[in-house]
Structure formats: C-alpha cells, structure tokens
C-alpha cells in the first residue's frame, strides 16, 4: 500500500515526459512549416527573362555606311527589301537608281528612309535608352538603332536586337565588315565603357 503512491507518481512522471516528448515534437513539425514554405517560396521565384529578335545583321558596303546597313538591317526585318544604296538615297531624298556617295548621316536620315519604306521612323533622341526601355522595345519586336561615339574619335551605328536579364545583357549587332557582326555585354557596359559611349537612340521603330 506504501508503494502505489511512489508507483503512481511515477507513472505520473513517465505519462509528463510522455506529453512533454509529444509536445517538442509538435512544436518542432510546427517550426519546420515556414521554413518548407520558405524553401517552396525561393524555387517559385519568377525565371530569368531573355529575348532575341533574328535580325540578319548586314555588313555595310561602304565605309561610311554603318548608319545605312543598320537601318536596312532593321527595315529588312519589317519585311522589306532594299540595298543599301536605296535606302541611302531615300535617307538624303535622292533620285532612286542612282548610286548614293559614301557619306556619313544621322538617325534622323535613317528615319527619312525608314518612313520611304512605309515604316513608322520611330523617336530619335540624345542618350541612352534605360533597360527597361530595351527590353520593352525587343519584347514588342522592334529593333532599336544606336549611335556610339568612339574613344578614339569619331563615330558609329550598331542595333541592339536582344537582352537578358542575366547580368542585365544587351545583344547588338555590328556592321563593320571585320568586326563580330553579333555581340553581347552588360546594358552598363554598352552605355559607357573604355572603347565607346552610347550618345544617341533611335526606338519606337515600326510601332
């Protein structure tokens, strides 16, 4: 009779430990749910957005003519079909089937041109394009005419035609014959960077 009070009181003991063991238990299943929803969180994350428009990206015929085969670049992916020697002589408004001088010009030339090919000659502006800019014109499909200008002096034209939002990327193409005709750096490097800045835009092209 002595011992069932020191008997219960044990099982009283194992039966806490017991409900202590379980609550632990609880509370650690309970703890372990925000840190599965976390996980579920981070692998739900948006994916990385990229886009390239297929341009076929021209050389240009003449020295001076990066501005031309650019544009006739851009042109041609609206669907026309055009020389660089047409679409220089509608830039400066000259008489179709002549041979146009090797002459330099600017976004403004390439917009009297596109606007011949029945293309709408987009907003010409001084400066660079933001990045959400660029991706908002690649993902509406339409190329975008830049002017650089050269540490070294003097001038260029390129169309970027791509992005990635790895790095913030910018693909652009080329027209000097002996250069890469597709190329791809950071949209900060494209800005501004030791061989060239980005001083002039042409966008909005076709919309």
Same mark, same amino acid.
Request: with cysteine; proline share 4%; glycine share 8%.
């Given at each position: 009779?002595?011992?069932?009070?020191?008997?219960?009181?044990?099982?009283?003991?194992?039966?806490?430990?017991?409900? *202590?063991?379980?609550?632990?238990?609880?509370?650690?299943?309970?703890?372990?749910?925000?840190?599965?929803?976390?996980?579920?969180?981070?692998?739900?994350? !948006? *994916?990385?957005?990229?886009?390239?428009?297929? %341009?076929?990206?021209?050389?240009?015929?003449?020295?001076?003519?990066?501005?031309?085969?650019?544009?006739?670049?851009?042109?041609?992916?609206?669907? +026309?079909?055009?020389?660089?020697?047409?679409?220089?002589?509608?830039?400066?408004?000259?008489?179709?089937?002549?041979?146009?001088?090797?002459?330099?010009?600017?976004?403004?030339?390439?917009?009297?041109?596109?606007?011949?090919?029945? %293309?709408?000659?987009?907003?010409?502006?001084?400066?660079?394009?933001?990045? !959400?800019?660029?991706?908002?014109? %690649?993902?509406?499909?339409?190329?975008?005419?830049?002017?650089?200008?050269?540490?070294?002096?003097?001038?260029?034209?390129?169309?970027?035609?791509?992005?990635?939002?790895?790095?913030?990327?910018?693909?652009?193409?080329? !027209?000097?014959?002996?250069?890469? +005709?597709?190329?791809?750096?950071?949209?900060?490097?494209?800005?501004?960077?030791?061989?060239?800045?980005?001083?002039?835009? *042409?966008? +909005? %092209?076709?919309?």
């Amino acid at each position: 009779m002595t011992r069932a009070p020191a008997s219960a009181h044990t099982g009283k003991t194992r039966i806490r430990g017991r409900r *202590l063991s379980l609550a632990a238990l609880v509370a650690s299943v309970l703890l372990s749910v925000p840190t599965t929803a976390s996980a579920t969180t981070g692998e739900q994350a !948006p *994916l990385r957005a990229a886009k390239r428009l297929d %341009i076929t990206m021209q050389a240009q015929q003449k020295n001076n003519w990066c501005w031309a085969a650019s544009g006739n670049t851009i042109a041609t992916w609206f669907g +026309r079909n055009y020389s660089q020697n047409q679409f220089c002589n509608a830039a400066f408004n000259r008489q179709q089937g002549t041979t146009c001088p090797n002459n330099q010009a600017t976004l403004g030339n390439v917009q009297n041109a596109l606007d011949w090919a029945g %293309i709408n000659a987009g907003s010409y502006v001084s400066g660079w394009l933001r990045y !959400p800019t660029v991706q908002s014109e %690649i993902n509406a499909g339409r190329p975008v005419e830049t002017r650089i200008q050269w540490s070294s002096g003097g001038g260029h034209m390129h169309v970027l035609y791509g992005y990635d939002d790895a790095d913030s990327m910018v693909y652009w193409g080329d !027209p000097w014959p002996s250069s890469n +005709r597709y190329n791809w750096a950071s949209h900060s490097w494209y800005v501004n960077n030791d061989q060239f800045s980005w001083t002039h835009s *042409l966008y +909005r %092209i076709g919309a």
